[in-house]
Structure formats: structure tokens, C-alpha cells
């Protein structure tokens, strides 16, 4: 993927806050629905964020999890990464402008024991 393509695609751009480990809370709308799910910010810019949209069938998908599971799944490699951007390039003396750098891999988990 190239960096002029957009990896944020299909996702809400907001300046709502959020801060590291606290991704996950509502987006709402002025008349206060939840329209999103805050989950990303971006590190190539100030206070730009994202927001998976709550659509129909993203319900109707999750409530179908929540069925047949009994329970919310959430993927979880155990990784804590960065987008590569020119501080990093230059940091790793790195030449892509593609891709992430694994900052930190958490001990125990799947990324840990693969």
C-alpha cells in the first residue's frame, strides 16, 4: 500500500479525544446518538482521530457474535506499533514510507508466542 492511499477508508475523522488506552468510547452526534466507535488516532498529525461507523449491519454483526459466542470477541495480537512517518524513518534509518514498527510486543500474548 502506498502512502498516498488512504488506510483510515470507510472510517469517521474526528477531533474528538482520544488518548492512548482509552480508545473504544461512543462518538456521538449533536442530537446524541453514537454514530462511531473512537478507536485510532493518527501520529501524522494533531488531535485527528477515527471512528468505526455504527451502521445497521455492524449491529446486526456484533448482536450475531454476541449469540453464538455468548460473548463480545475482540482480536487481540499484543502488539504496541507506530505508522511509519519521517521521524520514524529517520529514528530506524528506515526507507519505506509503508508500513509499522513494532515499538513493543506484549509479554504472553499471541504475538509473544508465535
Known amino acids: 500500500m502506498s502512502q498516498d492511499e488512504n488506510v483510515y477508508a470507510g472510517l469517521y475523522q474526528t477531533d474528538a479525544a482520544i488518548s492512548e488506552g482509552n480508545s473504544g468510547g461512543p462518538l456521538l452526534n449533536l442530537e446524541g446518538q453514537v454514530i ?3 478507536t485510532a ?3 501524522q498529525g494533531t488531535n485527528i482521530g477515527f471512528a468505526i ?3 445497521k449491519e455492524f449491529i446486526q454483526a456484533t448482536l450475531s457474535s454476541i449469540q453464538r459466542d455468548k460473548q463480545i470477541s ?3 495480537i499484543g502488539i504496541q506499533y507506530t505508522d511509519i ?5 529517520q529514528a530506524f ?4 514510507n509503508d508500513g509499522i514498527v513494532i515499538i513493543q510486543v506484549v509479554e504472553d500474548s ?3 508466542l508465535a
Open 110 to 112: 499471541p504475538a509473544d
Open 41 to 43: 488516532v493518527s501520529s
Open 36 to 38: 462511531g466507535i473512537n
Open 53 to 55: 461507523p455504527v451502521t
Open 74 to 76: 475482540r482480536p487481540f
Open 85 to 89: 512517518d519521517r521521524k520514524v524513518k
Open 93 to 96: 534509518n528506515i526507507s519505506s
